[in-house]
């Protein structure tokens, strides 16, 4: 007998349910549907998925129906900057440019980001994650004010052990590419390499006037410090709307001169979009090359980018989607910053995320495409490998949503999804803010 309720079984039989074709095994996906979507049905057994089945086979087993709307595998969040969330109520950004966002957030850390408030914002940051159905996130960690990254990579540490049988966490760190000029600075790479890490940094030109070969030098030595402690690299870079930043082709040229072997994320990438066609072309070619991965953060770029005080934006700052995916690289779609000086709103949510990928790109005609940014691509970087696409064998981690077309999963914000671990239905309730209150100063 169907139910529209999760049977309480070890075994069960989910009918009736949408699977986007770019997160189905290449096996079952098939000829490619209009809609981008496939029904199917699927056989859970054990906390694992036992098959995935044409609709339409009478139950043997306790049954869900779907009814038509879609399964997910896992979300997860390639780029996030979760010490720093949660700050808004206490460091707000009433200018909402990216030099206020900066200052004010190097204000609040010296005033109040010791390892009791990071950490509860951290973990509040993380329990909305996880009811949204992620289970895979990377952090940057900011490292900019003397003696905050020992605190942050030692909230880090801890809660990457508290939830490891829920998210897989890593973590970047965050600072000024100069840092990796002094020797002096070993402490922190020791640091980051103890917490398994990855060397992070920032990297943009405002100016045709700056030197592009101090960045190259500065890039060499990072690649040589990357390779010779094993790291991968994840840069923010050119998050700006200047034509005269154009380092992400200098990063492709600097791993290419280096021979660099280990991974590569470059964030934002917001100047690319203004760049002459010539030049974005070349941008994009050498970005291919060198293997690069980019991970765009649509609701933060579009919110900071283009900001004039008291005007309309005109820009609003998000990078060539199309162009890179169609040139074969991988591109994924991230949260960024939520309820902080760099963007009042944001709740770790990847749906949301990919729906405003999706809007602010103009990828309407390609929706079913973009699904794996926010789970299949981000889940191969973190090294999540299992989980990213829909196959038998799988642990039975995926959330189901009642949208049942990409336009009716993006008209809502589907707050009643199931989100399912190990073939059980999780709790999806929220944290309330309210908890948050003790540590914002009235």
Partial sequence: MMSNHWPDSDKVHVANVNVPQSLLATEFAGEPAASRLRLVDLII????????????AAPQLPAFDADGGQA????ADLHTHLDKGQ???????????????????RADTVAHWNAEDVEARFDFSLQCAYAHGTTAIRTHVDCFVPGQAEISFGVFRRLRDKWSDRIKLQAAALVSTDLYDAPENAALIDLIAEAEGRLGGITFRLSEQEDPAILDQRLDRLFALATSRGLDVDLHVDENGSPASATLAQ???AVLRSNFRGQVVCGHCCSLSVLSDELAERTIRLVRAANLNIVSLPLV????????INATPIWRGVTLLRELRAAGVNVALASDNCRD??????????LEVYAGGVK???????????????????SSLIGVTRSGTFRPGMNADFQIFRGRSFSELLARRQSDRLVIRNGKPIDTKLPDFRTLDHLMPR
Wanted: proline share 12%.
């Fill in 360 to 378: 602010i790109g103009h990828l309407d005609s390609m929706m079913g495409e973009w699904a794996p940014a926010v789970t299949t691509t981000p």
């Fill in 45 to 56: 057994d054990g906390g694992k998925i036992a098959a995935i089945e044409p609709p339409g």
């Fill in 341 to 350: 000086p760099y963007h009042p709103f944001g709740d770790l949510d990847l």
């Fill in 72 to 75: 997910w595998p896992p979300f």
């Fill in 301 to 308: 770029n579009q919110n900071l980018q283009g900001r004039k």
């Fill in 251 to 253: 990063i492709a040229e």
């Fill in 87 to 105: 700050i808004w109520p206490r460091a707000s950004n009433r200018e909402g440019t990216l030099d206020v966002a900066r200052a004010t957030t």
